[in-house]
């Protein structure tokens, strides 16, 4: 038995329900829930053996489900009022990441304090230089990443096969998958479906024939980190959700395009919230783009609805994204079980796009930026088949 570093009034016996204070190392080793690890002495859980070791088997798929952030996984499906269609499949366990990898203090202790603490989190830091280029390289490498990950996308394939993708995708790079054990996220690509804003952890779910996706990629190369997300369709998708999906993308791009040195940051939600408003649709305010380099998230906070306090102005060199969540219907979000799902509150679909930017003399450069060889977007394609039915030539 382990001794547990859980306040005892937090932890009950798993035999008794008094007090616990030894924890069943198996189920530690397992990841399993703290309640059910949990024990007053070595007599209550020799007393309770037979009952308890089942809890050790996970069934034929080797499978768990993600319950609340830090406390591990389930064998059963949590109990929860959920906001639409959509529900938790099992996880596969972690993904391992050779010694090789240079890795962030959070793949050992599932924290960052480092970041939490440093003093990037009040004041930005221009990056020029080699400093610049490090973060480009980062970006260069989450841009191809994330185009493998779009060419995954498919009826059937599930979202833990893109977490596959993505994750031995960075290692072959030589780089570590941002999120990965980032405050015990147990995956390396946050994959967000239909009414999931952002954070969705990927599991066992075949994605089906209408369902739109995020798929959110962060990379850390080299000491630096490189982040951007795009919302895919499967298959046929409603006029819904493509109107959704493409408004999303302009809201983006608009931002985008206004970022220059002197633009006052609070801006940025003005600008989404006019063309989203305009479109019928709402911004998610509890979600916000960043300040990106050495650290995975820091000032300065970019956030994306209208009349928001973000303080400051952009200046040369400055690094960050911008990361708008629009969302059919209401803009308020309910987290799931897992601690980190966030899920639209009536249920109806949402979208994002990021970019990780660089603030330059004239304007800004877009570090992410898509690539010739991306696979195209849904609007993208529909209007190469219109111009190669009229035999137009669209413009690069």
Known sequence: MTATTEPLTELKCFKCQKPAKLQ??????????????????????????????????????????????????????????????????????????????????????????????????????????????????????????????????????????????????????????????????????????????????????????????????????????????????????????KKLLKTTHECLELAIAACRPGMRYRDVGDIITRHASAAGLSVVKAYCGHGIGDLFHCAPNVHHYAHNKARGVMKEGEVFTIEPMICVGSHRDKTWPDGWTAATEDGLRSAQFEHQLLITPQGCEVLTARLPTSPPLWWEVEDASLAAKTGQVLSV
């Open 24 to 241: 069943c190392p198996k189920c530690l080793e397992l990841d399993l829930e703290r309640d059910h690890a949990a024990f007053c002495s070595q007599q209550c859980f020799a007393a309770s053996w037979v009952d308890h070791k089942r809890l050790h088997r996970p069934g034929p798929d080797g499978w768990h489900y993600a319950t609340r952030r830090g406390a591990g996984r389930s064998l059963t499906m949590p109990d929860f009022n959920w906001t639409g269609p959509l529900r938790p499949w099992r996880i596969s366990p972690m993904r391992s990441i050779p010694d090789s990898i240079p890795k962030p203090e959070w793949y050992s202790t599932g924290r960052a304090d480092v970041e939490v603490s440093s003093r990037q989190q009040h004041t930005p830091i221009p990056r020029f230089g080699k400093a610049a280029e490090g973060i480009r390289a980062a970006c260069t490498l989450g841009r191809k990443v994330l185009d493998l990950a779009h060419a995954a996308v498919a009826p059937g394939v599930t979202t833990d096969e893109i977490d596959r993708v993505v994750h031995e995708a960075t290692i072959a790079a030589g780089a570590y998958p941002s999120p990965y054990n980032y405050f015990n996220f147990p995956k390396s690509v946050c994959t967000s479906v239909n009414e999931i804003i952002c954070h969705g952890i990927p599991d066992r779910r075949p994605l089906e024939n209408g369902d739109i996706v995020n798929v959110d990629v962060s990379v850390y190369l080299n000491g630096w980190h490189g982040d951007l997300n795009e919302t895919f369709v499967v298959g046929e998708v409603d006029d819904v959700s």
